[in-house]
T-cell receptor, first 111, second 114 residues
Framework: RKEVEQDPGPFNVPEGATVAFNCTYS??????FFWYRQDCRKEPKLLMS???SGNEDGRFTAQLNRASQYISLLIRDSKLSDSATYLC????????????FGTGTRLKVLA | DAMVIQNPRYQVTQFGKPVTLSCSQT?????MYWYQQKSSQAPKLLFH???????NEADTPDNFQSRRPNTSFCFLDIRSPGLGDAAMYLC?????????????FGAGSRLTVL
C-alpha cells in the first residue's frame, strides 16, 4: 500500500460546480497534512494546510479524518482557473522533516 | 522575488554524462530537499538536509548524490544519468516554525537524457 493515495482523476466539472477530492494515508501517526496545487510543468505551490478541526479559505475547505486516515478538499463555485493537479502531502513521522506526496488529482473545470 | 532558485531550468545531457543541478535559497531555511518528479507521477523524495545532517531515502539510487556546502546552497549530482532519470528535479526548503512546516519549491530543473 502506498503511503499516500489519491484518485488521479481527471475530474471534469462545469464552472460553478462543487467538487471534492479525498486522500488516504497509511501511517496513523502522521502529523501534518497539506494540499498543494500544481499547474502543468510548474512547481507545486501550497494551497492550504489541513488542521484537525478542519479549515476554510474562501472557496476551499479542508477536512481531516484521523479515524479513517483521510483528508479531503472541497472546492465550491469552481472557476476555470482552478484547473490544475491537486497534491496531497503528508508528514508521516513526528519530529522529522520528511514530506510524502500523493500522485495528485487532476481537475478540469469546463466553461 | 524568487526565494528558491534552481539552475539550470532545462538541462540536456547524454547518457552517462554527469550532471549537476543547483539550488539556492534566500529564506535562511535550515531544511533543503530534492524531489524527482516524472510525468504524471508524484514528486518522489530523494534526500533532504536538516542543516548539515544528510538524510537519504532508502530507495534513492547511488547514482544520485547531494552536497550542501552552506545554508544557502544545495546541489544534486547525477553521476551517470540513464534514460530513466529524465524528470523534473524540484528543490524545496522548509524551516522549524510555529505550527506545521511548509515546503517552498523552486521552479524546478527539467532534465532530458539523450
Amino acid at each position: 500500500r502506498k503511503e499516500v493515495e489519491q484518485d488521479p482523476g481527471p475530474f471534469n466539472v462545469p464552472e460553478g460546480a462543487t467538487v471534492a477530492f479525498n486522500c488516504t494515508y497509511s501511517n496513523s501517526a502522521s502529523q501534518s497534512f497539506f494540499w498543494y496545487r500544481q499547474d502543468c510543468r510548474k512547481e507545486p505551490k501550497l494551497l492550504m494546510s489541513v488542521y484537525s478541526s478542519g479549515n476554510e479559505d474562501g472557496r476551499f475547505t479542508a477536512q481531516l479524518n484521523r479515524a479513517s486516515q483521510y483528508i479531503s478538499l472541497l472546492i465550491r463555485d469552481s472557476k476555470l482557473s482552478d484547473s490544475a493537479t491537486y497534491l496531497c502531502v503528508v508528514n508521516p513521522v513526528k519530529g522529522t522533516y520528511k514530506y510524502i506526496f500523493g500522485t495528485g488529482t487532476r481537475l478540469k473545470v469546463l466553461a | 522575488d524568487a526565494m528558491v532558485i534552481q539552475n539550470p531550468r532545462y538541462q540536456v545531457t547524454q547518457f552517462g554524462k554527469p550532471v549537476t543541478l543547483s539550488c539556492s535559497q534566500t529564506l535562511n531555511h535550515n531544511v533543503m530537499y530534492w524531489y524527482q518528479q516524472k510525468s504524471s507521477q508524484a514528486p518522489k523524495l530523494l534526500f533532504h538536509y536538516y542543516d548539515k545532517d544528510f538524510n537519504n531515502e532508502a530507495d534513492t539510487p547511488d547514482n544520485f548524490q547531494s552536497r550542501r556546502p552552506n545554508t544557502s546552497f544545495c546541489f544534486l549530482d547525477i553521476r551517470s544519468p540513464g534514460l530513466g532519470d529524465a524528470a523534473m528535479y524540484l528543490c524545496a526548503t522548509s524551516t522549524r516554525a510555529s505550527g506545521a512546516n511548509v515546503l517552498t519549491f523552486g521552479a524546478g530543473s527539467r532534465l532530458t537524457v539523450l
